[in-house]
């Protein structure tokens, strides 16, 4: 297996390794404290090309590959979750499905604004009563005429209050179960659609999200993605693209507590030695570190097998079951190494505790993943 990265690759690492340091990290704790949306690190990503990685350069996109998405979603992730989740929703949630169900004429109106950071977009699927049992739609879109009149709940829409542009999941036919469900390209700003409160959360604070109502809201034909009742297929697809997304976030959150829990160890002294001299921190360390990096092994692997064009649901599953559970035992290890330090704001780890968490849960909780790994070891 070939590890090296491409020239292109190479150049993008570089150019966000350096957005990272010098103008995210210096704002996330307080982006954080003050759950404040980071617009001008959002207007900075579209300027940088990186709300739209893999779109191809004539629809407005970068025109790179998944790799090169996850290598600058880790960064960014590892310098703020906030602002990484945010690019992440844009890039797999809302450009993905538009580049891969959409027609020559969707893309041209609303993947192109999207990838090019004109616009921001939001992937509305989970719903009151449909978390993980996301084929349990209650938001329904009725045929009438060339529209669709739609009216429902969404819940926990990452980007929703700041969203133009929604990719919306619905009920077209209920007698056909998850084989009637349709999706759908929605203005956020129509006539009928309204926003709920933002979203009050545990982590991730500078990333907004809120509830979604549709009151008789009309969309014309022209804006369904893909052929009627495929809209299950379209929001699973959407998701083994967005798990690799989130894979990356957690490797970020990953990565920089660790970073921050190494640098703490070789400063900190106690019983006349430095802590990260001491078997029990170091080992602490080694694992943290050997986690991390079999993460991102299988992070990168599942972007190879997309950017191949094969079907990679089991390896989405893997690596963001892996990368999440990581980060999570990752960024608590890094509590403890800090001590009573490790609790208190001043120090960055608790903020990377806090928004570890959502990776175990948004996109497919833990549990989801597991059913999806061991489907496939039930086919044989």
Not at 173 to 197: L, P, Y
């Amino acid at each position: 297996m070939d590890l090296s990265l491409s020239d292109d690759q190479e150049q993008l690492l570089r150019m966000v390794k350096e957005f990272a340091e010098r103008e995210v990290k210096p704002l996330a704790a307080a982006l954080d404290r003050e759950a404040r949306f980071p617009s001008q690190l959002v207007a900075r990503m579209a300027e940088l090309g990186l709300l739209g990685i893999e779109v191809p350069v004539d629809h407005g996109g970068s025109g790179l590959d998944t790799l090169a998405y996850v290598l600058a979603m880790e960064e960014v992730s590892a310098a703020c979750a906030s602002t990484g989740v945010i690019m992440s929703v844009n890039n797999s949630l809302v450009c993905d499905p538009l580049l891969k169900f959409g027609s020559d004429e969707q893309k041209e109106q609303w993947l192109e604004p999207l990838a090019a950071g004109e616009k921001l977009g939001c992937f509305m699927l989970s719903e009151p009563e449909a978390g993980s049992d996301a084929a349990a739609q209650t938001t329904v879109a009725v045929r009438d005429g060339d529209e669709y009149v739609i009216n429902g709940t969404k819940n926990w829409i990452t980007n929703g209050p700041q969203a133009d542009t929604g990719i919306l999941i619905a009920m077209t036919d209920r007698e056909q179960g998850h084989r009637g469900i349709s999706a759908f390209v929605v203005d956020m700003n129509g006539k009928g659609v309204r926003r709920g409160h933002k979203d009050d959360k545990l982590g991730i604070r500078a990333s907004h999200s809120c509830q979604i109502f549709f009151d008789d809201h009309r969309v014309p034909v022209s804006q369904r993605l893909g052929e009627e009742g495929h809209g299950f297929k379209v929001a699973m697809a959407t998701l083994d693209a967005g798990r690799i997304g989130i894979a990356a976030q957690a490797l970020g959150i990953a990565r920089a507590a660790f970073e921050a829990a190494a640098s703490y160890a070789c400063e900190r002294k106690t019983f006349g030695k430095r802590i990260i001299e001491h078997q029990a921190v170091a080992f602490m360390l080694a694992d943290m570190e050997t986690e991390i990096d079999a993460a991102r092994m299988l992070t990168w692997r599942a972007a190879v097998a997309k950017t191949s064009g094969a079907r990679h649901t089991r390896e989405s599953a893997m690596c963001k079951l892996m990368a999440s559970e990581v980060a999570n035992r990752v960024a608590k290890n890094a509590i403890q190494i800090h001590g009573g330090n490790g609790y208190v704001s001043e120090y960055p780890v608790e903020r990377h505790y806090r928004d570890a968490k959502i990776t175990e849960i948004y996109e497919g909780t833990s549990e989801i993943q597991r059913i999806v790994i061991a489907s496939h070891l039930l086919r044989g």
